[in-house]
């Protein structure tokens, strides 16, 4: 089975930072596109970094300069770093893992979510 676990999430007063951390279990970790995305109350989910197997790495603009995505292959986890935050990145953060199974298609998992909540 796969699994999916966030840690780090919490209160910050803005300016402030967190740590998130997502460790992944039963996935061919070095193999998968890991990720995070956020869902804010009444909003969709929106993706806010990526990092593929060979350590490229995307940011949503509202991130950029402010969160680092990160990952270890040796331990199988994957972090983000959130600098600088905003009352608007409130919002439950989800690790993702996006594995190749055969030929083109993939297969997405997913963590069971970690509150970020950033005071005025």
């Known amino acids: 089975q796969v699994q999916l676990v966030e840690s780090g999430g919490g209160l910050v007063q803005a300016g402030g930072s967190l740590r998130l951390s997502c460790a992944a279990s039963?996935?061919?970790?070095?193999?998968?596109?890991m990720g995070w995305y956020r869902q804010a109350p009444g909003k969709q989910r929106d993706l806010v970094a990526t990092?593929?197997?060979?350590?490229?790495?995307d940011y949503a603009d509202s991130v950029k300069g402010r969160f680092t995505i990160s990952r270890d292959n040796a331990k199988n986890m994957v972090y983000l770093q959130m600098n600088s935050l905003k009352p608007e990145d409130t919002a439950v953060y989800y690790c993702?893992?996006?594995?190749?199974?055969?030929?083109?298609?993939?297969?997405?998992?997913w963590g069971q979510g970690a509150q970020v909540t950033v005071s005025s």
């Open positions: 990092i593929t197997s060979d350590s490229s790495t």
């Open positions: 993702n893992a996006e594995v190749p199974t055969y030929r083109f298609f993939k297969q997405d998992y």
């Open positions: 039963g996935v061919d970790f070095s193999r998968a596109r």
